[in-house]
């Protein structure tokens, strides 16, 4: 895993509602690009393709197109994919584009694909890859997740896609205020082990390994909290603010956590007595449908 | 230090693709899940063959009336099915450790440099054991293989056992092979030692409990150097194990410790820890 990130690196996840939103996001995206001199490549479904280069208006070839589906069949396998058939496809593609010197923006929909299918680790994978090509070549990455993959009837409508008229191009290091991740996990025994990756790789790109243990186990005994004791699928958000990460989990159980000497027989209890030492704080916020917990840690020793 | 496996200098422990098992190393404890018949069938040839060429005293298992066993009589110095030969129908873990043990003894006396079995494991089902059992009986098996030097494959249908019984043995045996890989190992290091990987939490739980019941039964060490993530739910598992037998802890890593501290894991007992032997 490269440690250093390239200086010209840069990466946007955003979830999106409607697909117009998308669209002329994405757009958008494409046309600051070619405007400033820069190059596109697009891997999404045809149809996403059809309407953002149409939106965006720019020249023919400014935007390399290819789709997302037959993309992810090249390098694909058995459900994983293979990091050296990624490099060769994706990777050189990558690599040629930027450089011919000008800034190269990507964005890509295979991830999101991946995810829908119902293959979290794929997808999560597929990620971890993307970022590594981030890493070592300079360009940009857009990553767009549908809120169909984290639609529930109860869940209130995830925060809106982020304006873009500001500088949509983030830089990796100390992430901006605010930025963070929300995701929706299945109710299933290997969720808790899927949201402690996507907390670590988080981590891993902001440069804060050193809050890694202690976030692994509070997102762990969260999220194991939540698919035992709560009714369905839980919502991970990582997000950071200033020094601190915070971590929360919502699920659909109205029954509050109890911390106190009584509880700390049970498994649950135990759990959140911990959740206590390692956190800076914590607390619990009731919802419409649910319940978020949250936690935030900074390094900071106590 | 413990001494590594015998006559196998290299690997001591590894999750295995189908394909090495063409080259598999002596004194290795496999557990191979497997699709269909034919794959086993050739598979096995080549694993008795293997054995044959190493001078080990090869056995087939499988169950009585298998064609496929049948077939591989030819090949093997004994086929059977260990249920009806030696254990008269029931699955008796300590009559099956002590027939590992004798015929290893008769083999060597017979010129053999050691055992070799090839093991279709539907033998196991006319004996009807639940999960438990199985995982208990690889995970004391491990150990006599390890101190035996034996090479063991333990063939396991996708098709006959349920995903509890695939899932808890695969992490049992120190050289899985096929799907689901596993996501915690616990197998025999040798000396008393027993070797804890990978990762615990709510997915395994239940192997998890399972695997440590069967080993916490005498005073033993387990080192925990290898293990990369445990949650409070298995700390409390392994505190449960501490408690019932004299277990010891190895290599505990500092957020181990530290957690056992956070999680008032120490009100039930300090973390038992062993002295590192270097």
């Known amino acids: 895993m490269p440690t250093r990130v390239h200086p010209q690196a840069g990466h946007l996840v955003q979830f999106y509602e409607k697909d117009e939103e998308l669209i002329g996001a994405v757009a958008h995206y494409f046309a ?32 390399l197109t290819l789709d997302a589906a037959e993309t992810l069949g090249k390098f694909m396998v058995g459900g ?37 299918e119902g293959n979290v680790t794929g997808a ?15 360009f940009s990455l857009y990553c767009a997740y549908s809120t169909a993959i984290l639609s529930d009837d109860q869940a209130e409508p995830v925060t809106s896609v982020r304006q873009l008229h500001s500088d949509i191009v983030e830089s990796f290091g100390p992430p901006s205020a605010g930025a963070g991740i929300r995701l929706l996990f299945p109710a299933e025994k290997d969720s808790p082990r899927h949201a402690r990756r996507v907390v670590l790789e988080t981590l891993r790109r902001w440069g804060r390994n050193d809050l890694s243990d202690d976030a692994a186990l509070i997102v762990t005994e969260l999220a194991s909290n939540a698919i035992l004791h709560g009714r369905g699928r839980f919502r991970l958000t990582i997000s950071s603010r200033g020094e601190a990460v915070r971590i929360e989990i919502e699920d659909t159980s109205t029954a509050l956590p ?45 | 230090m413990t001494s590594p496996r015998p006559a196998n200098p290299g690997l001591s422990s590894g999750i295995l693709t189908e394909a090495s098992l063409g080259a598999l190393p002596r004194g290795a404890h496999v557990s191979w899940v497997v699709g269909d018949d034919q794959r086993y069938a050739d598979v096995a040839r080549s694993l008795i063959a293997q054995g044959t060429a190493a001078g080990e005293k090869v056995f087939a298992f499988g169950p009585s009336g298998s064609e496929v066993l049948a077939a591989l009589e030819t090949d093997a110095a004994v086929a059977m099915d260990p249920l009806v030969e030696f254990l008269n129908g029931e699955l008796g873990i300590d009559a099956m450790l002590g027939v ?11 010129g053999y440099t050691g055992l070799c079995v090839v093991a279709d494991m539907d033998w196991l089902r006319a ?62 290091e040798g000396g008393k030692v027993w070797r804890l990987t ?28 290898g293990l990369e993530f445990i949650d409070v739910g298995g700390l409390k598992t392994l ?5 019932k037998a004299p277990l010891r802890v190895r290599g505990a890593r500092t957020s181990l410790r530290r957690m056992w501290k956070l999680g008032c894991f120490d009100r039930i007992a300090p973390l038992p820890e062993a002295k590192s032997s270097a």
């Open chain 1, 32 to 63: 600051h690009g070619v405007e400033a001199g820069g190059s596109g490549i697009m891997i999404a479904t045809p149809a996403h393709i059809a309407a953002c280069v149409d939106a965006a208006g720019v020249a023919d070839g400014s935007i």
């Open chain 1, 124 to 138: 999560l994978e597929l990620d971890a890859l993307w970022y590594d090509l981030l890493s070592s070549v300079g």
């Open chain 2, 100 to 110: 590992f043990r004798d015929q290893d003894e008769i083999a060597r006396r017979e």
């Open chain 2, 127 to 188: 004996a009807d054991p639940p999960a438990r059992a199985v995982v208990q009986f690889e995970l004391l098996l491990d150990r006599v293989v390890h101190q035996l030097g034996a090479t063991v494959v333990c063939a396991y249908r996708a098709s006959s056992f349920p995903s509890e019984t695939i899932r808890g043995v695969q992490a049992v045996h120190p050289f899985p092979c096929g799907e689901p890989a596993p996501q915690f190992q616990l197998f025999d």
């Open chain 2, 239 to 243: 505190a449960r194990a501490c408690a």
């Open chain 2, 198 to 225: 990978g990762e615990v939490d709510l997915a395994v739980e239940d192997h998890f409990a399972v695997a440590l019941d069967a080993i916490a039964q005498e005073d033993c060490v387990i080192d925990v150097a």
């Open chain 1, 258 to 302: 109890v911390r106190g000497a009584a509880a700390a027989q049970d498994s649950n209890g135990r759990g959140l007595l911990l959740v206590d030492s390692l956190s800076e704080r914590w607390g619990v916020e009731p919802t419409a449908s649910g319940k978020i917990v949250w936690s935030e840690i900074s390094g900071v020793v106590r």
């Open chain 1, 80 to 116: 994983a994919p293979d990091p050296l058939a990624f490099d060769a496809t994706v990777g050189n593609l990558v690599r040629a584009a930027a450089s011919k010197g000008a800034p190269l923006r990507a964005y890509g929909e295979m991830v999101t694909l991946l995810w829908e």
